[in-house]
């Protein structure tokens, strides 16, 4: 079966950093992309980040540049959401998922992923 869990969220206040963990298992994560979405409220889903599936390869949105770092820890099957300077607007729920190497897969929409976790929870608020 496969599992994608994305946690280490939560309230944090403007200016602060969190970090999110996406677990996962039932693929072979070495041949898999994993990229990190989110969903605020009344808005469509975004793609937030993405790395390849070496880890040399990295995709940041406009939004994301110089403040996320995306990575990735073959040997453990996980990836990581690093979240800097964090603002009200980066609050909602984020999503880690997977795509196939060699597939036709979009970052930044979301198209063609394989496999999608469960959120987590993002709040930015004084």
């Known amino acids: 079966e496969v599992q994608l869990q994305a946690s280490g969220g939560g309230l944090v206040q403007p200016g602060g950093s969190l970090t999110l963990s996406c677990a996962t298992s039932?693929?072979?994560?070495?041949?898999?992309?994993i990229a990190w979405f989110r969903q605020a409220p009344g808005k469509e889903r975004e793609g937030v980040a993405c790395?390849?599936?070496?880890?040399?390869?990295?995709y940041y949105a406009d939004t994301a540049k110089g403040r996320f770092t995306v990575s990735r820890n073959n040997p453990k099957n996980t990836a990581a959401l690093q979240m800097d300077s964090l603002q009200p607007e980066d609050t909602a729920v984020y999503y880690c998922?997977?795509?196939?190497?060699?597939?036709?897969?979009?970052?930044?929409?979301?198209?063609?992923?394989?496999?999608w976790g469960k959120g987590t929870q993002v709040t930015v608020s004084s």
């Open positions: 998922a997977a795509a196939r190497y060699y597939s036709d897969y979009d970052p930044r929409s979301g198209r063609g992923m394989d496999y």
């Open positions: 039932g693929f072979i994560f070495d041949d898999y992309a």
């Open positions: 790395v390849g599936s070496s880890g040399e390869r990295k």
